[in-house]
C-alpha cells in the first residue's frame, strides 16, 4: 500500500539557518503530493502542494519539488524563523478507490531558537 | 470564513464508558473525513463521507466505532465501550469535493484520555 517516510527528528536549528525536512514515499500510481504544518495547539494548515512530477509547491518561503525519479518531496526554507517551530506532515493522495484519502508520515518536530 | 470546528477539544472517561465527537465542516464542503492521530505519529483516516454517504469506512473499527453525517452537514463519531488503547487526537477534516488534489481542511481535533 501507500506509504510516506520522513527524516527522523526532531530538528533545532538557529533563526536564519537552512532546512531541509526529508521525504520520500511509495505509491502505486502517480498521487499528489503535500505538506501540512500543524503550529502548537491548532489543527493542521496545509502549507504547499503539487500535483504532478517536476511542479515545485511554495509557500511562505517554504518549497518542495515533486521528484518522481527519486520518489521523493523535500521540504526546504532557506531561513528560517522562530515562528517556523512546528510539526510539519508530508503526505501524499492517490486515486482509485483511495480517492481523497491522505497518508501522512510520522511528523517531524521543527524547534528554531533565535 | 468559519474553519471546521469540533467539540469537545478535552474529553477523559474510564474504560468501557462511550464517548461522542460532534465536527461541524466548512459551509459548502461536501466531503467530511476522520482521522485518527497517536501521539507522534501522523493521521489515519477513519471515515470518508461525500454528502451524507460513508464512501470509504473500511479502516473504522466497526465493533465499537460508529459515524454519523445527518443531512450531509455535521458529523458525529462515537466509541462504545472505549478502551485504553482509544486515547489519542481525533480529527475531522472537510473539502469541497473528494478530488485528490483538492484541499483538507482540518479542526483543532478532540483529544481523548481513556483511564
Known amino acids: 500500500g501507500d506509504s510516506v517516510t520522513q527524516m527522523e527528528g526532531p530538528v533545532t536549528l538557529s533563526e536564519e539557518a537552512f532546512l531541509t525536512i526529508n521525504c520520500t514515499y511509495t505509491?502505486?500510481?502517480?498521487?499528489?503530493l503535500f505538506w501540512y504544518v500543524q503550529y502548537p495547539g491548532e489543527g493542521l494548515q496545509l502549507l504547499l502542494k503539487?500535483?504532478?512530477?517536476?511542479d515545485k509547491g511554495s509557500n511562505k518561503g517554504f518549497e518542495a519539488t515533486y521528484r518522481k525519479e527519486t520518489t521523493s518531496f523535500h521540504l526546504e526554507k532557506g531561513s528560517v524563523q522562530v515562528s517556523d517551530s512546528a510539526v510539519y506532515f508530508c503526505?501524499?493522495?492517490?486515486?482509485?478507490?483511495?480517492?481523497?484519502?491522505?497518508?501522512f508520515g510520522q511528523g517531524t518536530i521543527l524547534t528554531v531558537h533565535p | 470564513e468559519a474553519g471546521v470546528v469540533q467539540s469537545p477539544r478535552y474529553k477523559i472517561i474510564e474504560k468501557k464508558q462511550p464517548v461522542a465527537f460532534w465536527c461541524n465542516p466548512i459551509?459548502?464542503?461536501?466531503?467530511l473525513y476522520w482521522y485518527l492521530q497517536n501521539l507522534g505519529q501522523g493521521p489515519e483516516l477513519l471515515i470518508r463521507?461525500?454528502?451524507?454517504?460513508?464512501?470509504?469506512d473500511s479502516q473504522l473499527p466497526k465493533d465499537r466505532f460508529s459515524a454519523e453525517r445527518l443531512k450531509g452537514v455535521d458529523s458525529t463519531l462515537k466509541i462504545q465501550p472505549a478502551e485504553l488503547g482509544d486515547s489519542a487526537v481525533y480529527l475531522c477534516?472537510?473539502?469541497?469535493?473528494?478530488?485528490?488534489?483538492?484541499?483538507?481542511?482540518f479542526g483543532p481535533g478532540t483529544r481523548l484520555t481513556v483511564l
Open positions: 463521507y461525500e454528502n451524507e454517504e460513508a464512501v470509504d
Open positions: 503526505a501524499l493522495s492517490e486515486g482509485g478507490t483511495s480517492y481523497g484519502k491522505l497518508t
Open positions: 477534516a472537510s473539502s469541497l469535493t473528494s478530488g485528490g488534489t483538492d484541499t483538507q481542511y
Open positions: 459551509s459548502g464542503h461536501n466531503t
Open positions: 505509491a502505486t500510481g502517480y498521487p499528489s
Open positions: 503539487a500535483t504532478k512530477a517536476d
